[in-house]
């Protein structure tokens, strides 16, 4: 990823990982994978805001990194020929926070989210590759402040909930102090808030939220677990600290439960918890 001259300025120092062009070896077998597209001027590949959007590996033609805020659309980079598109959300299944659009036609190989997956957990080096890319370009999207804006008073304890809720799950973020930043009114007034309503969550340039919920915030955002209905798990493991990895490393361990009626060693029924 080639970032323009002020973002340079502003983060100092990029590390090359977040640019690895691919080898033509690489490319290849990751042929198997995707298949290969045309692209025209203009065409959105990525577009933020989307959780189902393919992976791209550039190979002819030119792709801008932007991200589009209270109507103005930031190059954050160009991805040429051999550099790939995509950042670690496209893993998590989570919103992406950029788009990648054409800016000069050529080709692309579009590799779904699912099949990027095995990508991942079949090859290690491009795996080392990938995800050594996607967590460099997730902390330059924190240097540079983009994804998701909160703006807020440092004073607000609201603001500290949603802004702590933001760093333990490292979402891409930035923070609009409204006292110091000047920016901080005239962003409220434009989305049609006001500094009463603080601390206001902006989601991809337009969707605004005002002293959201931790769980309305995650749903906006697209940070849900896929529970799906009906299903029973013999194990839920909430949180990774030690606690919880101690947990699903014995709960592994066990194995799943043989059939429901074995699962209370001693016969019959557990008795209720008391209270
Ligand atoms: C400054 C400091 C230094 C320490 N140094 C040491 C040391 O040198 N050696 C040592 O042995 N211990 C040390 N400890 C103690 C050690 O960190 C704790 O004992 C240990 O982390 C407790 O593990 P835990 O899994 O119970 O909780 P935590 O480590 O707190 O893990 C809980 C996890 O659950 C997540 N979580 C909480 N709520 C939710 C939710 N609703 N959904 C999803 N996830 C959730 C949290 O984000 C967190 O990741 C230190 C602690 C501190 C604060």
Redesign the pocket.
Known sequence: MILDAKTRERMNEIPDTASRTLTQGQIEFLRRYGETKRTEVGQVLIRAGDISSDFIVVLEGEVEVIDNFAGEARTMGVLRAGLFGGELNMLTGQALYLSFVVSQGGKVLAIPREQLKEVVTEDPTLSDIILKAFLARRSIGMRAGVGLRIIGSRHSSDATRLREFAA?NQLVHGWIELEEDPRAEALLEEFGAKPSDTPVIIWQGKEVLRNPTIAELARTIGLEVDATGGRTYDLVV???????LGASVYGASEGPLPSPSSRWPWGGRPAPAPG
């Open positions: 333990r909430v949180g990774a600290g030690p606690a919880g």
